[in-house]
């Protein structure tokens, strides 16, 4: 690959200046630059990986520009949305990183009920911007999540079980492609593409917008987790099983398994104390839906009860400061075949093993809305699967090596004890070392076929390959 540097003159002898890049407008960040670590770094700070050039685009034409500088000069390709994926592939070693940091604009259209939202933005933005109209779509549960990456691999989340994945509700892209062609994908341009895109990831283009369906929803709502003593955890489990089984699907749960977060609501005494939570929001009337989570607040005997009238705004980032950025990650999920006695006794087991009081594990409940489209309408597989689990091993960056050791071996033996009990993946909770196997899962056979089919049409030679990477076929 030729040697790249963010100065305009006096190149190295061979060496290419990204000054050169025609048609870019935005900020090169090179090794010298003053803000290079702080660019490069993304939200797992365990990932450290040096790219050449990080080219921060201001729009479409950015990236235009930048796809095919980095196709001439046979350069590595990473694309940056929201810089939150655990495995850290929205940076590459060498190369160059389609930075969309910059392009974050929101634009709601309340008449069509749809919101336009750049390719960088997070989702903090986009419900900021749509909550002002008393609006939503399926987003994530931390709002410092970014929407590109989450929303091309799926997009679970609070409202998905009234109003599906995020993919259900994309109503069409504005895509880059490896060629450096800008192509639009709906339901009537490049249909194929359209339904790579709601699932397979980054590996067809780089997504410079997305317009996504909106539905009315708050601005209040019921929502907040009821926690519980660890010593609770089966029985919780046992009551929680029956009561998601007959819950509307206005009604979203999450549960989490580790320790009291510090969060100014909650008295300092519980603070790191083990504990379950079941997190809710209901989609729907906060009349409605008080009534419907009252049998979660009355069970057993609460440590705490957050679940309450509450702005969903506030409750989309309630949980931002649980997962800050520069902490070290490490992350083992799978979708589970049911939430049977034996997976209870197993999460009962092994929750509260973890050293580190920021380590833990959540579990979406799914269904709903998500269940009922076809299997095979998008390319995110699985839709059958009502429970998945993710076990997240947190630490300080200046701890010790033993602790890192702890707190991966803890996840490993985790996820191994219900290896019976698996039944596929959510791609984009796939970490680094998980084997690249595990995209098939995450797909299974037929999609991925039919993916690798598409990725051939629109990326033939991989230049979209540093995420969870679909061969072309
Ligand atoms: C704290 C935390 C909470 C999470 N919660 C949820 C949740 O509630 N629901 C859920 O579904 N997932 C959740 N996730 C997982 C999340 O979906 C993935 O981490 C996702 O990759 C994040 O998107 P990003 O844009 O921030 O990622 P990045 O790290 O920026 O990108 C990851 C990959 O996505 C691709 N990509 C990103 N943006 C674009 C774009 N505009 N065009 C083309 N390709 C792009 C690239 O291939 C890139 O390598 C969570 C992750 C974290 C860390």
Request: net charge negative; charged share 20%.
């Amino acid at each position: 690959m030729t040697a790249l540097t963010s100065e305009g003159a006096g190149p190295a002898s061979g060496a290419v200046t990204g000054a050169e890049i025609p048609g870019f407008r935005g900020e090169l960040i090179g090794a010298e630059h003053a803000n290079y670590d702080d660019a490069r770094a993304v939200w797992n700070g365990i990932v450290d990986r040096r790219p050449q050039l990080i080219a921060r685009c201001t729009g479409t034409a950015d990236v235009v520009a930048v796809v095919r500088f980095a196709r001439d000069h046979d350069c590595e390709i990473a694309v940056r949305g929201g810089g939150h994926n655990v495995a850290g592939t929205a940076v590459c070693d060498d190369g160059i990183v389609i930075d969309l940091s910059a392009m974050r604009a929101v634009s709601v259209d309340p008449a069509e009920r749809t919101v336009h939202v750049q390719g960088g933005a997070l989702w903090r933005d986009v419900d900021h911007e749509t909550q002002a109209h008393a609006l939503a779509t399926t987003g994530g549960i931390v709002g410092h999540t970014g929407v590109g990456g989450l929303s091309l691999g799926g997009g679970i989340g609070w409202l998905m079980r009234k109003y599906g994945l995020t993919v259900d509700n994309l109503v069409e892209a504005e895509v880059v492609t490896a060629a450096g062609a800008i192509v639009r994908a709906s339901a009537n341009e490049h249909p194929d593409l359209f339904w790579a895109l709601r699932g397979g990831g980054g590996n067809f283009g780089v997504v410079t917008s997305f317009r996504f369906a909106l539905h009315p929803l708050g601005p209040t709502v019921i929502a907040g987790p009821v926690f519980w003593a660890a010593e609770d955890t089966a029985d919780v489990l046992h009551f929680y099983r029956e009561f998601v089984a007959d819950a509307p699907d206005e009604l979203g749960t999450v549960v989490r398994l580790g320790t009291v977060p510090p969060l100014p609501a909650i008295k300092p005494e519980l603070h790191f104390r083990p504990a379950i939570a079941v997190g809710c929001c209901y989609a729907g009337p906060v009349m409605d839906g008080d009534r419907i989570v009252h049998p979660l607040r009355r069970f057993g005997s609460p440590l705490v009860d957050l679940l309450e009238p509450t702005l969903y705004v506030d409750h989309q980032t309630g949980l931002d400061d649980t997962v800050p950025h520069g902490w070290h990650y490490y992350w083992k999920a799978m979708n589970l075949t049911a939430l049977s006695d034996e997976v209870i006794d197993v999460v009962a087991e092994h929750a509260f093993r973890a050293r580190s009081p920021r380590s833990y594990a959540a579990m979406f409940h799914l269904g709903g809305a998500v269940a009922q489209q076809p299997p095979g309408a998008t390319a995110y597989a699985d839709r059958d699967v009502a429970h998945n689990i993710i076990i997240d091993a947190a630490w300080f960056p200046d701890q010790d090596d033993a602790v890192s050791a702890a707190e991966t071996r803890w996840a490993r033996g985790f996820l191994q004890a219900l290896q019976p009990h698996r039944a596929g993946v959510y791609v984009n909770f796939l970490d680094s070392d998980d084997d690249p196997s595990r995209v098939r899962e995450a797909y299974g056979e037929a999609t991925y076929q039919r993916l690798a089919e598409i990725k051939a049409r629109y990326d033939p030679e991989n230049v979209f390959r540093n995420n969870k990477n679909i061969q072309p076929s």
